[in-house]
């Protein structure tokens, strides 16, 4: 019998390339730093029984239609999965996968990073250093904020949100949290985080966090009414997905002083940058890094690659997202 054929829209870990050999046949987009062009993936989806996705591919009913009846399975390689219809796939027979728990941690830390960032102005003074500008130990020196005693406020209380509260801890703030879905009181006394209405969150946060799933309802979640009653020393950290936030009405909230600064490592039109936050100094920008750990990729790799197979051996994948 001839083996399944796939198409792998970006090369994956070594690790996890090799999982799919002498299992199915593979056509590999080796094309970055661009995404696989739209054209293309229509064309070379036509036939196939599997697709392994990264988040920039959109898997919607013209994909769909292009990969024809022999599709059965779309495995994502992400824990997001924004960029795919699964209502359609399901409508369709097919099976979508996705890669949650391996990039928690990973995720956290990075949210973290981007956080001690934003609040000690490390980019600011690490390009003063790279910019030879002279400088003197001074009592007002590039002086940025405390965290502990301070405030975390979690935007969506999911796997990641809670690494990162967990976290929180560590550093001695108080955390409260908004999320569609609140946690029973149990839940809320062991992770030690208290619920707040969105204003509220908005207004007692000193750090405000999002980790919310892109949907219709999260869609610039974080606009200019959310920024301004934001405290002026607040910062924004964002490592969930782009759209969420206003990007021109950021810019403008750091420009003038809204609050204090901003963290992002995920953009409203990724790969681009609104233009206007390139040049301010406090905002740090990093390229969608949050799981980009060997040890997370690796694992990520592996389980998309599971999914995969296991959709084409009419199994059961483990990360199965259809109801
Ligand atoms: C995800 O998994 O959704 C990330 O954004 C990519 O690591």
Redesign the pocket.
């Given at each position: 019998m001839s083996e399944p054929s796939v198409l792998v829209t970006r090369t994956l870990v070594e690790e996890a390339m090799r999982a799919l050999d002498g299992h199915c046949e593979v056509d590999l987009y080796e094309g970055p730093p661009e995404a696989i062009p739209r054209e293309y993936l229509l064309r070379r989806a036509a036939g196939k029984q599997g697709l392994l996705t990264i988040?920039t591919e959109k898997v919607d009913a013209e994909l769909l239609d292009a990969a024809g009846p022999e599709l059965k399975i779309v495995a994502n390689h992400?824990?997001?999965f924004d960029n795919i219809d699964v209502p359609e796939c399901t409508k369709r027979g097919v099976l979508v996968t996705n890669?949650p728990d391996v990039?928690t941690e990973a995720t956290a830390d990075l949210a973290w990073t981007l956080i001690l960032a934003c609040v000690r102005r490390l980019g600011e003074g690490e390009r003063l250093m790279r910019a030879r500008t002279p400088w003197i130990w001074g009592p007002t020196m590039m002086m940025g904020h405390d965290l502990h005693g301070k405030t975390l406020g979690v935007v969506g209380c999911g796997r990641i949100g809670r690494a990162v509260v967990r976290r929180a801890h560590g550093f001695g703030m108080r955390v409260i949290y908004n999320d569609a879905i609140r946690l029973d009181a149990d839940a809320e006394s062991e992770l030690g985080v208290e619920w707040r209405e969105w204003g509220d969150l908005l207004g007692e946060s000193d750090v405000v966090s999002v980790h919310a799933p892109l949907t219709p309802q999260t869609r610039h979640l974080i606009n200019a009414d959310a920024l301004r009653a934001m405290k002026r020393s607040a910062v924004l950290v964002n490592t969930a997905r782009g759209p969420m936030v206003d990007e021109q009405a950021l810019a403008d909230a750091l420009r003038s002083g809204e609050i204090f600064a901003a963290g992002l490592d995920?953009y409203e039109r990724e790969p681009q940058v609104t233009e206007a936050l390139l040049d301010l100094d406090n905002v740090t920008l990093l390229p969608?890094l949050?799981?980009a750990t060997i040890e997370t990729r690796t694992a990520?790799g592996l389980l998309a690659v599971e999914n995969l197979l296991a959709g084409l051996n009419g199994e059961r994948p483990r990360t199965l997202l259809n109801p």
């Open positions: 988040l992400a824990v997001g890669t990039l995920v969608h949050g799981s990520m």
